[in-house]
Protein backbone atom coordinates (compact mmCIF):
# COMPACT_ATOMS: atom_id res chain seq x y z
CA UNK A 1 0.00 0.00 0.00
CA UNK A 2 1.44 3.58 -0.86
CA UNK A 3 1.20 6.52 1.50
CA UNK A 4 0.35 9.28 -0.06
CA UNK A 5 0.82 12.81 1.23
CA UNK A 6 -1.92 15.20 1.79
CA UNK A 7 -2.05 18.21 -0.38
CA UNK A 8 -1.18 21.37 1.34
CA UNK A 9 -3.89 24.18 1.56
CA UNK A 10 -3.09 27.50 1.32
CA UNK A 11 -3.96 29.74 4.18
CA UNK A 12 -7.50 31.54 3.86
CA UNK A 13 -7.28 35.32 3.98
CA UNK A 14 -9.76 37.24 5.62
CA UNK A 15 -10.85 40.10 3.90
CA UNK A 16 -9.79 43.49 5.08
CA UNK A 17 -12.81 45.76 6.67
CA UNK A 18 -13.88 48.39 4.53
CA UNK A 19 -12.01 51.70 4.54
CA UNK A 20 -13.21 54.17 7.35
CA UNK A 21 -15.10 51.96 9.32
CA UNK A 22 -14.29 51.81 12.72
CA UNK A 23 -12.50 48.86 14.83
CA UNK A 24 -14.67 46.47 17.04
CA UNK A 25 -14.57 46.91 20.17
CA UNK A 26 -16.68 45.38 23.00
CA UNK A 27 -19.44 46.80 24.12
CA UNK A 28 -19.62 48.88 27.51
CA UNK A 29 -22.45 47.57 28.79
CA UNK A 30 -21.53 43.83 28.31
CA UNK A 31 -20.20 42.10 31.47
CA UNK A 32 -18.44 39.19 32.10
CA UNK A 33 -18.36 36.62 35.33
CA UNK A 34 -16.74 38.16 38.00
CA UNK A 35 -16.44 41.32 36.45
CA UNK A 36 -17.78 44.79 37.96
CA UNK A 37 -19.53 47.65 36.22
CA UNK A 38 -17.68 50.82 36.50
CA UNK A 39 -19.50 54.55 37.14
CA UNK A 40 -18.99 57.30 34.84
CA UNK A 41 -18.54 60.79 36.27
CA UNK A 42 -22.72 61.18 36.52
CA UNK A 43 -23.03 57.92 38.90
CA UNK A 44 -20.08 59.83 41.04
CA UNK A 45 -21.84 63.19 41.18
CA UNK A 46 -25.04 61.74 41.86
CA UNK A 47 -24.01 59.69 44.58
CA UNK A 48 -22.00 63.07 45.90
CA UNK A 49 -25.38 65.00 45.99
CA UNK A 50 -27.95 61.85 47.80
CA UNK A 51 -24.81 61.58 50.57
CA UNK A 52 -24.88 65.88 51.07
CA UNK A 53 -28.63 66.08 50.88
CA UNK A 54 -28.72 62.97 53.74
CA UNK A 55 -25.99 64.44 55.98
CA UNK A 56 -27.13 67.73 55.34
CA UNK A 57 -30.32 67.36 58.35
CA UNK A 58 -27.12 65.67 61.13
CA UNK A 59 -25.16 68.70 60.13
CA UNK A 60 -27.17 71.18 60.86
CA UNK A 61 -28.33 69.60 63.88
CA UNK A 62 -25.40 69.52 64.86
CA UNK A 63 -24.79 73.39 64.05
CA UNK A 64 -27.98 74.39 66.22
CA UNK A 65 -26.65 72.48 68.80
CA UNK A 66 -23.66 73.89 69.14
CA UNK A 67 -24.72 77.70 69.10
CA UNK A 68 -27.37 79.99 71.15
CA UNK A 69 -31.15 80.12 70.20
CA UNK A 70 -30.67 83.96 68.80
CA UNK A 71 -27.89 82.51 66.53
CA UNK A 72 -30.17 79.68 65.46
CA UNK A 73 -33.11 82.01 64.56
CA UNK A 74 -31.33 85.08 63.40
CA UNK A 75 -32.56 85.80 59.90
CA UNK A 76 -28.47 84.98 58.61
CA UNK A 77 -28.46 81.36 59.95
CA UNK A 78 -25.10 80.24 60.84
CA UNK A 79 -23.13 77.32 59.00
CA UNK A 80 -20.26 76.67 61.11
CA UNK A 81 -20.36 74.88 64.59
CA UNK A 82 -20.07 76.99 67.57
CA UNK A 83 -18.83 76.45 71.17
CA UNK A 84 -21.87 76.07 73.28
CA UNK A 85 -22.25 72.44 72.56
CA UNK A 86 -20.52 70.82 75.69
CA UNK A 87 -22.98 73.10 77.35
CA UNK A 88 -26.18 72.57 75.35
CA UNK A 89 -25.75 69.03 75.77
CA UNK A 90 -25.63 69.25 79.41
CA UNK A 91 -28.92 71.41 79.86
CA UNK A 92 -31.08 68.98 77.70
CA UNK A 93 -29.56 65.91 79.56
CA UNK A 94 -30.56 67.51 82.81
CA UNK A 95 -33.97 69.15 81.99
CA UNK A 96 -35.60 66.25 80.46
CA UNK A 97 -33.75 63.16 82.16
CA UNK A 98 -31.95 61.64 79.16
CA UNK A 99 -30.19 58.76 81.11
CA UNK A 100 -33.33 57.59 82.37
CA UNK A 101 -34.89 58.02 78.91
CA UNK A 102 -32.25 56.19 77.19
CA UNK A 103 -32.15 53.05 79.46
CA UNK A 104 -35.54 52.79 78.78
CA UNK A 105 -35.45 53.50 75.03
CA UNK A 106 -32.84 50.30 74.93
CA UNK A 107 -35.05 47.97 77.10
CA UNK A 108 -37.93 48.93 74.88
CA UNK A 109 -36.37 48.57 71.77
CA UNK A 110 -33.88 45.46 72.53
CA UNK A 111 -37.35 43.66 73.79
CA UNK A 112 -39.23 44.47 71.18
CA UNK A 113 -36.57 43.90 68.43
CA UNK A 114 -35.50 40.27 70.17
CA UNK A 115 -39.39 39.00 70.39
CA UNK A 116 -40.36 40.08 66.63
CA UNK A 117 -37.57 38.02 65.64
CA UNK A 118 -38.32 35.13 66.99
CA UNK A 119 -41.82 35.25 66.86
CA UNK A 120 -41.88 36.78 63.24
CA UNK A 121 -39.15 33.98 61.70
CA UNK A 122 -41.43 31.14 63.24
CA UNK A 123 -44.11 32.55 61.90
CA UNK A 124 -42.47 33.03 58.31
CA UNK A 125 -41.40 29.31 58.59
CA UNK A 126 -44.38 28.17 59.29
CA UNK A 127 -46.51 30.24 56.41
CA UNK A 128 -43.62 29.47 53.82
CA UNK A 129 -43.15 25.48 53.89
CA UNK A 130 -45.48 23.83 56.77
CA UNK A 131 -48.95 22.61 55.36
CA UNK A 132 -51.94 23.40 57.62
CA UNK A 133 -55.53 24.14 56.90
CA UNK A 134 -56.51 27.52 56.61
CA UNK A 135 -53.16 28.92 55.75
CA UNK A 136 -54.18 30.67 52.75
CA UNK A 137 -56.63 32.64 54.96
CA UNK A 138 -54.23 33.09 58.02
CA UNK A 139 -51.78 34.55 56.05
CA UNK A 140 -54.64 36.60 54.17
CA UNK A 141 -55.55 38.02 57.68
CA UNK A 142 -52.20 38.51 59.04
CA UNK A 143 -51.65 40.92 55.61
CA UNK A 144 -54.96 42.90 55.78
CA UNK A 145 -54.16 44.43 59.61
CA UNK A 146 -51.68 46.05 57.98
CA UNK A 147 -54.81 48.35 56.12
CA UNK A 148 -55.63 48.83 59.48
CA UNK A 149 -54.37 52.57 60.90
CA UNK A 150 -52.99 52.38 64.32
CA UNK A 151 -55.01 55.16 65.24
CA UNK A 152 -58.17 53.05 65.58
CA UNK A 153 -56.79 50.84 68.24
CA UNK A 154 -55.43 53.29 70.61
CA UNK A 155 -58.43 53.67 72.52
CA UNK A 156 -58.97 49.82 73.36
CA UNK A 157 -55.31 49.03 73.84
CA UNK A 158 -55.07 52.00 76.21
CA UNK A 159 -58.03 50.56 78.00
CA UNK A 160 -56.52 46.55 78.50
CA UNK A 161 -52.71 48.05 79.17
CA UNK A 162 -54.73 49.60 82.36
CA UNK A 163 -56.68 46.87 82.96
CA UNK A 164 -53.15 45.26 83.40
CA UNK A 165 -52.07 47.83 85.59
CA UNK A 166 -49.27 48.51 83.26
CA UNK A 167 -50.61 52.16 83.10
CA UNK A 168 -47.22 54.05 82.67
CA UNK A 169 -45.45 51.57 82.86
CA UNK A 170 -42.54 50.03 79.79
CA UNK A 171 -44.76 46.91 80.33
CA UNK A 172 -47.48 48.76 78.18
CA UNK A 173 -45.33 49.89 75.72
CA UNK A 174 -43.60 45.97 75.05
CA UNK A 175 -46.21 43.93 74.68
CA UNK A 176 -49.02 45.56 72.27
CA UNK A 177 -45.67 45.34 69.60
CA UNK A 178 -43.69 41.50 70.58
CA UNK A 179 -44.68 40.83 66.78
CA UNK A 180 -45.79 42.72 63.45
CA UNK A 181 -47.59 41.54 60.57
CA UNK A 182 -44.54 43.55 58.33
CA UNK A 183 -42.11 40.85 59.86
CA UNK A 184 -44.10 37.62 59.43
CA UNK A 185 -44.69 39.32 55.99
CA UNK A 186 -41.11 39.91 55.29
CA UNK A 187 -39.75 36.57 56.52
CA UNK A 188 -41.82 34.32 54.60
CA UNK A 189 -41.26 36.19 51.75
CA UNK A 190 -37.53 35.58 52.40
CA UNK A 191 -37.92 31.94 53.48
CA UNK A 192 -39.93 30.83 50.60
CA UNK A 193 -36.78 32.08 48.29
CA UNK A 194 -33.78 31.23 50.48
CA UNK A 195 -35.00 27.58 51.55
CA UNK A 196 -35.29 24.95 49.88
CA UNK A 197 -37.47 21.98 50.77
CA UNK A 198 -34.88 19.74 50.40
CA UNK A 199 -32.68 20.92 53.25
CA UNK A 200 -35.83 20.08 55.19
CA UNK A 201 -36.82 16.75 54.12
CA UNK A 202 -32.92 15.63 54.82
CA UNK A 203 -33.20 16.84 58.25
CA UNK A 204 -36.18 14.94 58.69
CA UNK A 205 -34.43 11.96 57.46
CA UNK A 206 -31.42 12.28 60.03
CA UNK A 207 -34.08 12.36 62.50
CA UNK A 208 -34.46 15.90 63.61
CA UNK A 209 -37.66 17.34 64.98
CA UNK A 210 -39.29 20.65 64.03
CA UNK A 211 -37.05 22.43 66.98
CA UNK A 212 -33.95 20.85 65.62
CA UNK A 213 -34.75 22.04 62.21
CA UNK A 214 -35.52 25.83 63.10
CA UNK A 215 -32.42 25.80 65.23
CA UNK A 216 -30.13 23.85 62.68
CA UNK A 217 -31.36 24.99 59.11
CA UNK A 218 -34.09 27.54 59.19
CA UNK A 219 -32.46 30.36 61.35
CA UNK A 220 -28.94 30.21 59.84
CA UNK A 221 -30.59 30.22 56.28
CA UNK A 222 -32.51 33.41 57.68
CA UNK A 223 -29.88 35.33 59.41
CA UNK A 224 -29.39 37.73 56.79
CA UNK A 225 -33.34 38.65 56.30
CA UNK A 226 -32.84 38.50 60.12
CA UNK A 227 -30.61 41.48 60.44
CA UNK A 228 -32.46 43.66 58.21
CA UNK A 229 -35.97 43.24 60.13
CA UNK A 230 -33.87 43.79 63.10
CA UNK A 231 -32.46 46.88 62.38
CA UNK A 232 -35.60 47.80 60.94
CA UNK A 233 -37.28 47.09 64.02
CA UNK A 234 -35.09 48.90 66.21
CA UNK A 235 -35.23 52.04 64.08
CA UNK A 236 -38.61 51.86 64.65
CA UNK A 237 -39.04 51.22 68.37
CA UNK A 238 -36.22 53.34 69.28
CA UNK A 239 -38.12 56.49 66.84
CA UNK A 240 -41.84 55.65 68.18
CA UNK A 241 -43.47 58.84 69.93
CA UNK A 242 -47.37 58.53 69.56
CA UNK A 243 -47.97 55.49 71.67
CA UNK A 244 -45.05 55.72 74.16
CA UNK A 245 -46.30 58.99 74.83
CA UNK A 246 -50.09 58.27 75.68
CA UNK A 247 -49.12 55.06 77.87
CA UNK A 248 -46.07 56.19 79.99
CA UNK A 249 -45.75 59.77 82.28
CA UNK A 250 -43.43 62.24 82.41
CA UNK A 251 -41.63 60.22 85.40
CA UNK A 252 -40.94 56.96 83.24
CA UNK A 253 -40.77 57.79 79.52
CA UNK A 254 -38.82 56.72 76.20
CA UNK A 255 -36.38 59.29 74.93
CA UNK A 256 -38.49 60.77 72.12
CA UNK A 257 -41.39 61.29 75.30
CA UNK A 258 -38.79 62.99 76.82
CA UNK A 259 -37.66 65.26 73.75
CA UNK A 260 -40.98 65.93 73.73
CA UNK A 261 -40.72 67.12 77.13
CA UNK A 262 -38.07 69.81 75.84
CA UNK A 263 -40.39 71.62 72.97
CA UNK A 264 -43.31 71.42 75.37
CA UNK A 265 -43.02 74.92 76.08
CA UNK A 266 -44.60 78.16 75.86
CA UNK A 267 -40.88 79.43 73.70
CA UNK A 268 -38.89 76.06 73.52
CA UNK A 269 -34.62 76.74 73.49
CA UNK A 270 -34.21 75.26 69.55
CA UNK A 271 -30.81 74.88 70.66
CA UNK A 272 -31.42 72.95 73.61
CA UNK A 273 -34.33 70.16 71.76
CA UNK A 274 -31.20 70.31 69.13
CA UNK A 275 -29.11 69.07 71.27
CA UNK A 276 -31.64 66.48 72.70
CA UNK A 277 -31.89 65.25 69.22
CA UNK A 278 -28.28 65.08 68.71
CA UNK A 279 -28.07 62.95 71.80
CA UNK A 280 -31.12 60.58 70.65
CA UNK A 281 -29.60 60.19 66.96
CA UNK A 282 -26.10 58.56 68.60
CA UNK A 283 -26.90 55.74 69.60
CA UNK A 284 -28.88 54.90 66.40
CA UNK A 285 -25.57 55.95 64.31
CA UNK A 286 -23.44 53.46 66.51
CA UNK A 287 -26.03 50.62 65.89
CA UNK A 288 -25.24 51.47 62.76
CA UNK A 289 -21.60 51.53 62.82
CA UNK A 290 -21.33 48.07 64.32
CA UNK A 291 -23.67 46.00 62.33
CA UNK A 292 -24.23 47.89 59.02
CA UNK A 293 -21.86 45.82 57.26
CA UNK A 294 -24.39 42.76 58.36
CA UNK A 295 -27.02 44.78 57.45
CA UNK A 296 -26.30 45.40 53.70
CA UNK A 297 -24.85 42.06 53.36
CA UNK A 298 -28.18 40.51 54.38
CA UNK A 299 -29.98 43.10 51.82
CA UNK A 300 -27.58 42.29 49.03
CA UNK A 301 -27.93 38.41 49.69
CA UNK A 302 -31.82 38.74 49.52
CA UNK A 303 -31.31 40.59 46.23
CA UNK A 304 -28.58 38.40 44.45
CA UNK A 305 -29.32 34.94 43.38
CA UNK A 306 -26.68 32.07 42.68
Known amino acids: MTMTSPTPTAPVKLAPPPKGSAPHRPSRFRMGAGQQMKGGPFAYI ?58 NSIIVSSSITAATLFFCTLAGYAFAKMRFRGRGWLMTAVIATLTIPPQLSVVPLFMMMSGLGWGGQLESVIFPTLVSAFGVFFMR ?38 MVLGMLTFVQAWNDFFWPYLALNQQNPTLQVALGQLSASYTPDQSIVMAGALISTLPLLAVFVLFGKKIVGGIMSGAVKG
Open 189 to 226: QYLIEALPYELIEAAKIDGANNFRIVVSVVLPVARPAM
Open 46 to 103: ALAVVGFGSLLPLYWTLVAASRTQDEVLASTPPFLPGGKLVENLQTAWEQANLGKAIL
